[in-house]
């Protein structure tokens, strides 16, 4: 085979995701997982019986249609007008793709020539570097930090240059459960107007917003065009393993998203598609009660996160917390995220990996909430005799 290494350039450095290595961790030590985000307890018994009922009644088990099939097409399209008054023809401007992620990384080989740039706020979920590196394209962070997170707008428009293609923009944030506000978002908006920007939007979190309502930048002025927004029932309906996501878009950015991702699956979750299509019409009460149940989760972790010595950093979003460490005499997370499962029987995440500006990030941990209470319990009460040792 020669000297040459076996695994491109483009995803040199890349290994293996820290999801699974902390999942694998977790499994192997007996440790309570609050590093990968998916929920321990299942969605709706109803949205499960559909998919149980597809697959009985020989719905969705042969391949499904390219763009999805036309119930969850209608049913995104539904939604999109349902909670933020957006209109999409399920026909031209809807696309179903297996999970975000694939929505992802279809958006960025179809829409990136090598040499464009995309800006994007780091610390970054994991697949965006490299969807955007295997697209050979360039990514520009701009580093959120903390206490806030909030994004600095004056370096967005000093990091925009000729060869800026795309903003890539995830509200609520991953990891830091950062929400944008309007205000921020308009200012994006009109930036992304004034330099022909596309925006690539991943609002998989959309339904996990405390307090203040999400806003999609699809909605503001001149921004229907040029923006492909994101979204996966996989956060929303608490089934991260079905792996149904969406893309809404103008008809001509969907069209370029599609030719790229019926290159890479061509399609997937044939019943599961239908089960969705349900789940996505299930009354304004299900939203609603989904959300206060991880309100009261957060609020759980994030306090005994503070008690336990870590510095908590309240997400306004998503089912993530992240933690300074430092308080407890640490610095580095990566290294204390790898000893922590031996240590006190606990997985969680070190944001670093997430920034190409490690430095940035080193001390940062992130905790998910998306538990049941009693789990959150005992996690903290693990954590608890860090700091006493
Ligand atoms: N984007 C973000 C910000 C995420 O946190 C996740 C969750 N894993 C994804 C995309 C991927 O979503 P999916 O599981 O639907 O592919
Ligand atoms: N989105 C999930 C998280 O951030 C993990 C998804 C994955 O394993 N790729 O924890």
């Not at 830091?176 to 009109?190: D, N, S």
């Not at 992304?192 to 203040?212: G, M, N, P």
């Amino acid at each position: 085979m020669g000297t040459r290494p076996l695994l491109n350039r483009r995803l040199a450095g890349m290994g293996t995701t820290i999801f699974a290595e902390m999942s694998a961790l977790a499994t192997a030590t007996g440790s309570i997982n609050l590093g990968q985000g998916f929920p321990d307890t299942d969605g709706p018994a109803s949205v499960a019986q559909a998919a149980a009922d597809a697959v009985l009644n020989g719905r969705g088990n042969q391949y499904p249609p390219g763009p999805g099939i036309p119930e969850l097409r209608t049913a995104i399209a539904e939604h999109q007008q349902r909670f933020y008054g957006l209109s999409y023809d399920p026909d031209t401007e809807v696309l179903v793709t297996a999970g975000a992620t694939e929505a992802i990384a279809a958006a960025m080989f179809a829409l990136l020539e090598p040499g464009d740039e995309v800006i994007a706020f780091e610390p970054f979920y994991d697949s965006y570097a490299a969807c955007i590196a295997m697209a050979g394209a360039t990514r520009v962070p701009l580093t959120l930090r903390p206490p806030s997170f909030r994004p600095d707008l004056d370096a967005l428009r000093a990091a925009i240059t000729p060869r800026t293609r795309l903003l890539l923009l995830n509200t609520p944030h991953n990891p830091t459960g950062m929400v944008l506000t309007p205000e921020e978002l308009a200012t994006i908006a009109e930036l992304a107007c004034e330099h022909d920007l596309l925006v690539v939007t991943d609002e998989v979190y959309e339904h996990l917003v405390f307090h203040t309502g999400h806003h999609p930048i699809a909605a503001l002025p001149g921004m229907r065009e040029r923006t492909v927004s994101i979204s996966s029932a996989g956060k929303t309906f608490s089934f991260t393993g079905w792996k149904v996501g969406w893309v809404t878009a103008a008809p001509e950015l969907v069209a370029a998203v599609r030719t790229a991702k019926q290159y890479l699956t061509y399609v997937s979750a044939g019943p599961f598609q239908y089960a969705v299509a349900e789940a996505l019409r299930l009354p304004d009460s299900y939203f609603a009660d989904f959300r206060a149940d991880l309100l009261r989760k957060r609020d759980l972790l994030a306090d005994g996160l503070s008690s336990a010595g870590f510095q908590v950093f309240e997400p306004a979003g998503t089912y993530f917390i992240t933690t300074d460490i430092t308080p407890l005499g640490e610095k580095d997370g990566i290294e204390f995220c790898r000893s922590l499962p031996a240590r006190c029987g606990v997985v969680a995440i070190p944001n670093a990996v997430f920034y190409d500006d490690t430095e940035a990030g080193r001390s940062l941990v992130r905790f998910t909430f998306c538990k049941q209470e009693a789990v959150l319990n005992e996690a903290v009460e693990r954590l608890s005799k860090l700091r006493a040792r």
